[in-house]
Every structure is written in structure tokens, then in C-alpha cells.
Nanobody, 123 residues
Framework: QLQASGGGVVQAGGSLRLSCAAS????????MAWFRQVPRKEREFVAA???????KYHAASVRGRFTIAKVNANTVSLQMNSLRPEDTAVYYC???????????????????WGQGTLVTVSS
């Protein structure tokens, strides 16, 4: 139900924009988020946006470089600037349809997931 796109290969210092489009859902969305994962590591929180009110949250490691945005009722984006080799990962979008408060930073709190899109940053 979530389709992520926009990954690719970029040199350090470059930019990429990820998008995640949701197909029609039967339950209300409270937040959408981006996580990333590298092999043998746990999925890591990157950014989240509260769907009502559009409050945004970014991990310290990406703050000032990445920006999450609600594009429309069904789409969230992640603008990634000043990319670093350590940003290399598979990026996943996720939707939370059960927690009406502020977005949760734990990946286990999200019920719907996109298929992942690979971002590779070369040095």
C-alpha cells in the first residue's frame, strides 16, 4: 500500500528526493515516517511527520540536511541534501494508523511499510 521511489547513486555532497505514495487506505493516518537500514543493523529512525498539523521530527544525524514533508493527502517526501557516505542505506517509508499522538520513533509502531529504496552515497 506504500510505494517508495527516488533512490539512487549520488556523490557525497549531492542531493536526492525520496517520495512515498500511499494507495487508498481504510483507516486514518496519524503519522508517516522514513527509516533506513544497513545490513546487520536495526532499522533506524530518520524523520516523521504528524499527518494532522504536519509537525515534523528529524533524527539528530540528519537534522539540517534532510527534510520530511507532507506533499498531499497520500504522499510524503524526504529531501536529502549534503549527503554523506554514512547515509548509504535502504530507505523505507512507513505509516502509523493507530497512534493519534506525536509520531513514534520506533519502527515497531508503524503498521504499513513501503518496499524500500536504496540510496548509495559514494565518497
Amino acid at each position: 500500500q506504500l510505494q517508495a521511489s527516488g533512490g539512487g547513486v549520488v556523490q557525497a555532497g549531492g542531493s536526492l528526493r525520496l517520495s512515498c505514495a500511499a494507495s487508498a487506505r481504510t483507516s486514518e493516518t496519524y503519522a508517516m515516517a522514513w527509516f533506513r537500514q544497513v545490513p546487520r543493523k536495526e532499522r533506524e529512525f530518520v524523520a516523521a511527520v504528524r499527518w494532522s498539523g504536519a509537525n515534523k521530527y528529524h533524527a539528530a544525524s540528519v537534522r539540517g540536511r534532510f527534510t520530511i514533508a507532507k506533499v498531499n493527502a497520500n504522499t510524503v517526501s524526504l529531501q536529502m541534501n549534503s549527503l554523506r557516505p554514512e547515509d548509504t542505506a535502504v530507505y523505507y517509508c512507513a505509516a502509523d494508523t493507530t497512534r493519534p499522538g506525536n509520531p513514534d520513533f520506533r519502527w515497531t509502531s508503524y503498521e504499513y511499510w513501503g518496499q524500500g529504496t536504496l540510496v548509495t552515497v559514494s565518497s
